[in-house]
């Protein structure tokens, strides 16, 4: 009866061991495969950051253009900063420009010589206290009316979430980047769906101040499979050592 019922103890659990080794064999796995897919990410972005700019797409491409294959591309053009309302979005740091830290973004719309307007993020203006005023100081020498020859990196939208903080009116102070929402509430009418994170040129004041982008993307994946690795091996160790223990007693 002790014999059977051992031995059913020792399948039940075997079972058990069976099921977690199974389970933290496939997430090493998924870990590896999310390394992989990350490096193929880092050395497409990496060739995008460092590649000679190329003409601005034309209007009739943009609804083509997705944040997978073209997001960082660089690109050159010329426009003219319109006299509207800016945007700011809060800034606590980032991960593609180590230079700026807390402040804001100015975000400005531009007009192509073919009427079309896209949004540019001008670049960053150190604000700790998200002053309108200084925001303003630092905005308008860029609206001279004449056409301004830009390069920067194609950037894509994101919209607010549930945990992002509301947007101030007031200040014209936003925590997303959400260039609808921003056409929208500043009057900019139909803008581009993506908008351009500006490298050059910096204004004679240094503010906002554009510049290239860095990305550095972490990359902990093979440290985690082996880890999930290690604990099944564990798992399995420890049912072989309870197996042995058990049947040395019988």
């Given at each position: 009866?002790?014999?059977?019922?051992?031995?059913?103890?020792?399948?039940?659990?075997?079972?058990?061991?069976?099921?977690?080794?199974?389970?933290?064999?496939?997430?090493?796995?998924?870990?590896?495969?999310?390394?992989?897919?990350?490096?193929?990410?880092?050395?497409?972005?990496?060739?995008?950051?460092?590649?000679?700019?190329?003409?601005?797409?034309?209007?009739?491409?943009?609804?083509?253009?997705?944040?997978?294959?073209?997001?960082?591309?660089?690109?050159?053009?010329?426009?003219?900063?319109?006299?509207r309302p800016d945007a700011m979005v809060y800034s606590s740091g980032s991960a593609v420009r180590p230079d700026v830290?807390?402040?804001?973004?100015?975000?400005?719309?531009?007009?192509?010589?073919?009427?079309?307007?896209?949004?540019?993020?001008?670049?960053?203006?150190?604000?700790?206290?998200?002053?309108?005023?200084?925001?303003?100081?630092?905005?308008?020498p860029l609206v001279t009316g004449q056409p301004v020859a830009m390069t920067g990196y194609l950037r894509f939208p994101e919209e607010a979430g549930a945990l992002t903080a509301s947007t101030s009116r007031d200040k014209r102070?936003?925590?997303?980047?959400?260039?609808?929402?921003?056409?929208?509430?500043?009057?900019?009418?139909?803008?581009?769906?993506?908008?351009?994170?500006?490298?050059?040129?910096?204004?004679?004041?240094?503010?906002?101040?554009?510049?290239?982008?860095?990305?550095?993307?972490?990359?902990?994946?093979?440290?985690?499979?082996?880890?999930?690795?290690?604990?099944?091996?564990?798992?399995?160790?420890?049912?072989?050592?309870?197996?042995?223990?058990?049947?040395?007693?019988?």
């Open positions: 009866m002790n014999a059977s019922r051992r031995r059913g103890s020792s399948a039940g659990l075997g079972l058990v061991a069976l099921v977690m080794v199974a389970v933290l064999v496939g997430l090493g796995v998924w870990q590896l495969r999310r390394g992989a897919e990350k490096h193929a990410l880092i050395a497409a972005l990496t060739e995008r950051l460092t590649a000679a700019p190329i003409a601005l797409f034309p209007p009739a491409d943009w609804a083509t253009l997705s944040s997978v294959r073209d997001e960082f591309r660089r690109v050159s053009f010329s426009a003219t900063y319109e006299a830290g807390l402040g804001t973004w100015a975000f400005l719309p531009a007009r192509l010589a073919d009427g079309s307007v896209l949004v540019v993020n001008t670049g960053f203006v150190q604000n700790t206290t998200q002053d309108r005023n200084q925001q303003d100081r630092a905005v308008k102070l936003w925590f997303s980047r959400d260039i609808g929402a921003m056409a929208q509430a500043l009057g900019w009418g139909n803008v581009a769906p993506f908008y351009i994170d500006l490298e050059t040129p910096a204004p004679a004041s240094g503010v906002p101040k554009p510049g290239p982008l860095d990305v550095h993307l972490k990359d902990d994946h093979l440290q985690y499979a082996i880890t999930w690795f290690g604990l099944a091996a564990a798992v399995l160790f420890t049912f072989g050592f309870w197996w042995r223990s058990q049947h040395r007693s019988t």
